[in-house]
């Protein structure tokens, strides 16, 4: 039935994918299928390791049904209003196909009048973990490829003068009257 010997996946995809086989196990045989062998076939990895040539939920990605010309749309969720003919939900067998494939990879899926369709994804035009991880680089993060920051990125936006002066002066001053504030759990 699908020609995809796996498929990567972020935790979050996974997830997502694991509660809709929980919550809906009574959905048509094609689309149980497909979801059955996106989760069995999945390579579930951080969405910091998440290839930028691997189609995440959200991402924006331009693929051929058989040899059609390619179409764009957005990878969702669900169906989301104000946004009609752009997104292409994971609720459709076809948005369920195509998330977790990579760049040139390929699945067929049966068809309602019982033939088979191919999917290729021809570009992740857009990935939300690849954005992400090209705004921390540029803002001085930590995170590159499979490395993680210990802790959240955080960058100094505007720095007042004045007020620097006052925090030093503040902390000398807490230090030298001996004020030593135990905090909420005190109370």
């Known amino acids: 039935m699908l020609n995809i010997d796996s498929c990567q996946l972020t935790t979050k995809d996974y997830t997502i994918l694991e509660v809709m086989r929980e919550r809906h196990p009574s959905r048509s045989e094609t689309f149980s299928g497909i979801l059955q062998r ?13 290839p930028a040539t691997v189609v995440t939920l959200s991402s924006r990605v331009a693929y051929r049904v058989n040899d059609r010309p390619a179409e764009i749309r957005i990878v969702a969720h669900d169906e ?5 003919g752009m997104l292409l939900p994971i609720t459709n067998p076809r948005g369920l196909a195509l998330l977790g494939l990579a760049e040139g990879q390929s699945m067929s899926i049966p068809t309602a009048d019982g033939g088979l369709e191919t999917l290729t ?9 690849a954005a992400r991880r090209e705004r921390l680089k540029l803002a001085g993060g ?4 499979s490395s993680r920051p210990d802790g959240p990125v955080l960058r100094v936006v505007h720095r007042s003068e004045e007020l620097q002066d006052k925090a030093e002066n503040k902390v000398v001053a807490a230090f030298d009257t001996g004020f030593d504030d135990p905090g909420p759990s005190a109370a």
Request: negative net charge.
């Open 142 to 145: 930590v995170e590159s490829g």
């Open 121 to 129: 994804v021809q570009e992740v035009v857009y990935q939300p973990e």
């Open 38 to 50: 996106k989760i069995s076939s999945a390579v579930v990895v951080f969405r910091e390791d998440i």
């Open 80 to 84: 989301m209003r104000g946004l009609v």
